[in-house]
């Protein structure tokens, strides 16, 4: 039943402030948020295996509790088209991880549905030692890094909320169809907002949520990479 208290016990039992993807994602899916079809798999065969059920293209990715940044680790394989560039692809991750970190403990290598590229947002919560959890809306790439071009809401927050923290942003004439870019589903984005606002009020030891990013799409929206840190 309740898959996120289930995760949240379990990390706290080990001793890990950090979900590993597979585990944020798990709880993603249970607050009705969007993510890429995903599988762990413990070795080659499985991976093809899993990126047949999939299908291609697929991306690859290291799971494990000591690699936090997983592009920095090399830990990232995009457009996997067919069984032996996976099957590369997944040698090649676990080698860049052991150069990166040699004592990291791997759990296995993601296999995950490639979503198909387009404007990209960011979703995130912190718990504000102030305010309390506090829920964050912005664009990706230099929109956030260099423009600073994010809103922050006190949680929880209603639609009318979100679509104030989606329509006041700077940058919105991107995600509103500006010039020959397709307007993303802004309705989608909303959902995804009330729906961390909600996880993060229901799950008090959630410290921060990053959802980073996520794809607006002309219909609906993908979250692509998940984490959460636990107080
Ligand atoms: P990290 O943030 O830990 O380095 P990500 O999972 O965000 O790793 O992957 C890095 C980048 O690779 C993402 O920002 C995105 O551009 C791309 N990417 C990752 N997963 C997918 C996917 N399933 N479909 C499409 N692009 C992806
Ligand atoms: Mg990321």
Known sequence: MNQTAKIINQAKKEGRKTLLETEAKTIC???????????????????????NQIGYPVVLKIVSPDIIHKSDAGGVIVNLKTPEEVSIAYKKILENAKKYKPDAKIIGVLIQEMAPQSTEVIVGAIKDPQFGQTVMFGLGGIFVELLKDVNFRIAPINAEDAKEMITQL??????????????????????????????????????????????????????????????
């Open 29 to 51: 899916i249970e607050y009705g948020i969007p993510v890429t079809k995903f599988n762990l798999s413990k070795n080659e065969n499985e991976a093809a295996v899993q990126a």
């Open 170 to 231: 700077k940058a919105f004439p991107l995600l509103n169809g500006y010039r020959n870019t397709t307007p993303a589903d802004i309705n989608a984005l909303i959902e995804i907002l009330c729906s961390v606002s909600c996880l993060v009020m229901k799950n008090p030891e959630i410290k921060e949520l990053d959802l980073n990013p996520v794809m607006a799409y002309p219909k609906g929206a993908k979250t692509v990479d998940a984490r959460i840190i636990l107080e």
